[in-house]
């Protein structure tokens, strides 16, 4: 939990645009880390009842909205919704404003277009395990945001989880692939090893039991110190024993697992590049509930 969070943000006045699964998410990681709800303004369409009760201003007009002078505007919405809905805030925006952005696919440039070249401008990526603390997040800034920004955008997504910080905006779209993608994949290793089990004759209940602990269980070895992959892999097989009968065929000569995933990577990183741009006709997946909402 970043306890930095509150020192960074004494004082200033927060603006949440989006307050779906991904930004009630946030929303709570920074209340839990010491923010104060009266220093949030949330633009919600369709709030969560539990959303006013947290004293955080709900659905303000422009004009309370313009007398508060956000200086950090978060948004956590949709990325088709951004022709939409960046306009109408871009009296909020400053040159000093930092704009932190949820929204998979709308580069920074499109963004300053539609905010009217006003603000410094943060992308990032999360993926879903933030909605429970242990998300994944990489950072891009835009040229000439300062240390301090990047420093509070940093600590904003640290209290879902990890962050990265990216040398290339293009990289997001790899991140894309990779973590941001990559909670769907594990589910499906999941989901294909509990029907595996169903397979070999198991009940389906236990199939789904045995699958998702195995599944929880080696995650949570992961996060041991020093963990490396390949070595954990390496103490469970015994030489001529069951996993290893079973990694020869994950692991075939002709590239096995480690092949697929890398196929599978690039078909992601290539989708995310041919989405990487304004008002698309279908969601952009990635982050979480289709693009941050």
């Given amino acids: 939990m970043p306890s930095n969070l509150p020192g960074l943000l004494e004082g200033q006045k927060i603006l949440l645009v989006g307050c779906g699964k991904m930004g009630s998410a946030l929303l709570q990681g920074w209340l839990n880390a010491g923010l104060d709800a009266a220093q949030f303004y949330v633009q919600e369409p369709n ?72 603000a410094i401008f943060v992308r990032t990526m999360p993926n879903t395990p933030a909605a429970i603390g242990e ?14 920004q990047k420093a509070v955008a940093e600590a904003l997504l640290a209290a879902v989880g990890q962050t990265v910080w990216l040398e290339s905006e293009k990289s997001l779209d790899l991140v894309t692939a990779i973590s941001g993608s990559g909670p769907a994949y594990v589910f499906h290793l999941a989901e294909a090893l509990a029907a595996a089990a169903v397979n070999l004759g198991l009940p389906q209940d236990m199939a789904a039991q045995l699958s998702q602990q195995t599944v929880i269980g080696s995650a949570a070895m992961l996060r041991q110190e020093g963990a490396d ?35 599978a990577a690039h078909a992601a990183a290539g989708r995310a590049g041919e989405l990487s741009k304004i008002g698309q006709e279908e969601p952009i997946d990635g982050n979480g509930e289709d693009g941050a909402d």
């Avoid at 303000?60 to 809905?85: D, G």
């Avoid at 040229?143 to 301090?148: A, E, I, L, P, R």
């Fill in 47 to 118: 709030p969560d009842a539990a959303l006013a009760d947290l004293g955080i201003h709900l659905n303000s007009e422009t004009r309370v909205l313009e007398a508060a002078k956000p200086s950090v505007i978060i948004l956590a919405i949709k990325p088709q919704l951004a022709v939409e809905v960046l306009p109408p805030i871009a009296l909020l925006a400053a040159p000093e404003t930092l704009v932190v952005s949820l929204m998979a696919g709308v580069s920074i440039d499109a963004m300053s277009d539609l905010l009217g070249g006003e």
């Fill in 135 to 148: 998300g994944m997040t990489a950072l891009y800034a835009s040229v000439g945001t300062q240390d301090s």
């Fill in 229 to 263: 992959p390949r070595q954990l892999r390496v103490n469970v097989t015994s030489p001529g024993g069951t996993t290893e009968a079973a990694l020869d065929i994950l692991m075939g000569d002709t590239g096995g697992l480690v092949d697929l995933m890398r196929r």
